[in-house]
Structure formats: C-alpha cells, structure tokens
Nanobody, 115 residues
Framework: QVQLVESGGGLVQPGGSLRLSCAAS????????MGWYRQAPGKQRELVAD???????NYADSVKGRFTISRDNGKNTVYLQIHSLKPEDTAVYYC?????????WGQGTQVTVSS
C-alpha cells in the first residue's frame, strides 16, 4: 500500500504564501502522478495541480500563475508552493498519488485564507 503524509497547511492572510508538502511511502512505482486536490465545505473535490514522474505539470485555471507544483522523485515528495492566496482558496487540500489505475489519498491539510 501507499501512505501519503501532508504538512504545511494553516491560517494565512489574503495575498500571503504557503508551501504544502506531501511525502509518499510504500509500494510506489517509478511511473506515477502525484498531485493536489482541494475540497471546500459543500463542494466537490477538485484538482488543483498534478505532476507526473517525468515532470509534466497540470494546473487548474483558478490557480494557474499563483501555484507551483514540484516533486522530488528521490524523496517521493510533492510540493505545492502557493502565492497570492485568496479567500476562495480556503479548503482542505489533499495529496494524491495515481499509479496503475489506483488512486491514493493523504489525510488532508486545512488551508484557511482570512484576514
């Protein structure tokens, strides 16, 4: 199995920055996609960004230009650097790993953007 442990969430002011980290462990294949999803209360979980093991990135339009996803394959860790945070970014952010048709999820980390 795969375990994902997230860190870096918290309370930030509008316009602020945050860096989320997610370390994966377990049976991880070399070909995979890691990413971040978020879910606000009463809303469906949505993709924020993901990145393949080859470094191909994908972003939601709402975060493009503000969020940067990166990964360290040697550490099996994915990062999300967030700038210019908006109140509408408030959500639980979940780390994910996709491999061979299976999806694994972290426990989620709360990001709250408020003054």
């Amino acid at each position: 199995q795969v375990q994902l442990v997230e860190s870096g969430g918290g309370l930030v002011q509008p316009g602020g920055s945050l860096r989320l980290s997610c370390a994966a462990s377990g049976s991880i294949f070399s070909s995979n996609t890691m990413g971040w999803y978020r879910q606000a209360p009463g809303k469906q979980r949505e993709l924020v960004a993901d990145i393949t093991s080859g470094g191909i990135k994908n972003y939601a339009d709402s975060v493009k230009g503000r969020f940067t996803i990166s990964r360290d394959n040697g550490k099996n860790t994915v990062y999300l650097q967030i700038h210019s945070l908006k109140p509408e970014d408030t959500a639980v952010y979940y780390c994910s790993l996709h491999q061979y048709g299976l999806i694994y999820w972290g426990q989620g980390t709360q990001v709250t953007v408020s003054s």
